[in-house]
């Protein structure tokens, strides 16, 4: 259709491209001036960019993308980043690895320096499992509370996290193995259920004396080893105190009964064949303000 063919709407006096949907016509209005203003200085500024600085869409025909007169790359300029802020934390790592609690407790830019940085390290390699803050889960110990399976204090924590919990491979790793003394049929159904029993009496939870009184022999022989006769645990060997509200894996009912029947022997990956010693030592020392640090 010629330009002279093309019809004109008339309600707006303007002259329509000759597309129509539904009886509804289309406005050959011409883009507004300043758009068209716009538009051509960023072509302009593209065309520039390209010239000068790597252009990431490759021209056709190049197979990569143009690298610029400029020789400028943003990988280069990120290495020289990177280095510079290295050399920085350098100064500040060497000082964490030397200093002791009291001292880093005392020195504020080293604390901060600590902190900040152990944080960061929580957030990418321990939050998937212990949550975000130490907060825990089920089967992940909370590590803002005092209650702790091992060692509390800086060096302890910074014990655990170095050599991991059953760790193979590494002779210095935490290590406590609780038998399967249902799965390995060590007892019977029925002496579980007594058991069972036994460790609710510790927080006062169980009205059937007549099974408390039959599983005081086997916790004597099977537990007691562990746990102690009065069922407060032993955090040199990995035993938790059974007295208190606090479970790793539950405190019903069912859940001691699968934990007695079952075993929970679980795992922490050992971080010193993974992480720096300055990394570690702001690691523990953030696990170790969580709350819980002794």
């Known amino acids: 259709m010629?330009?002279?063919?093309?019809?004109?709407?008339?309600?707006?006096?303007?002259?329509t491209t000759g597309h129509s949907w539904d009886g509804i016509s289309e406005l050959n209005n011409p883009l507004p001036r300043w758009w068209l203003i716009v538009w051509y200085i960023s072509i302009g500024i593209a065309v520039i960019y390209m010239i000068l600085m790597p252009a990431i869409p490759a021209l056709p025909g190049l197979g990569t993308n143009t690298p610029g007169i400029r020789n400028a790359s943003d990988r280069d300029n990120v290495a020289v980043a990177m280095a510079e802020l290295n050399v920085e934390r350098s100064v500040s790592s060497n000082a964490l690895l030397g200093a002791s609690l009291e001292e880093i407790q005392t020195d504020r830019d080293l604390q901060q320096f600590a902190l900040a940085m152990g944080?960061?390290?929580?957030?990418?390699n321990c939050a998937t499992c212990h949550g975000a803050g130490g907060r825990g889960?089920?089967?992940?110990?909370?590590?803002?509370?005092?209650?702790?399976?091992?060692?509390?204090?800086?060096?302890?924590?910074?014990t655990t996290l170095r050599h991991g919990i059953r760790h193979e491979g590494d002779d210095a790793t935490r290590f406590s193995a609780m038998p399967r003394f249902g799965r390995d049929k060590l007892l019977t159904s029925q002496q579980?259920?007594?058991?069972?029993?036994?460790?609710?009496?510790?927080?006062?939870?169980?009205?059937?004396?007549?099974?408390?009184?039959?599983?005081a022999p086997l916790w004597s022989v099977q537990c007691s080893s562990c746990h102690g006769e009065n069922g407060m645990g032993d955090r040199t060997l990995g035993a938790p105190n059974l007295t208190d509200t606090d479970w790793l894996y539950g405190g019903q009912r069912d859940d001691i009964y699968s934990t007695i029947y079952n075993a929970r022997n679980s795992h922490m990956p050992a971080w010193g064949d993974r992480l720096d010693d300055a990394s570690i030592k702001a690691l523990a020392v953030y696990v170790h303000s969580l709350g819980g640090g002794e």
């Open 2 to 15: 010629s330009k002279e063919d093309k019809p004109v709407d008339e309600h707006s006096g303007i002259e």
């Open 119 to 124: 944080e960061s390290l929580f957030g990418d």
């Open 137 to 158: 889960a089920k089967g992940y110990p909370v590590l803002a509370d005092d209650v702790w399976l091992w060692d509390g204090t800086l060096d302890g924590i910074e």
């Open 192 to 215: 579980i259920d007594d058991l069972t029993e036994y460790v609710l009496n510790f927080s006062g939870r169980s009205d059937d004396t007549e099974a408390v009184n039959r599983a």
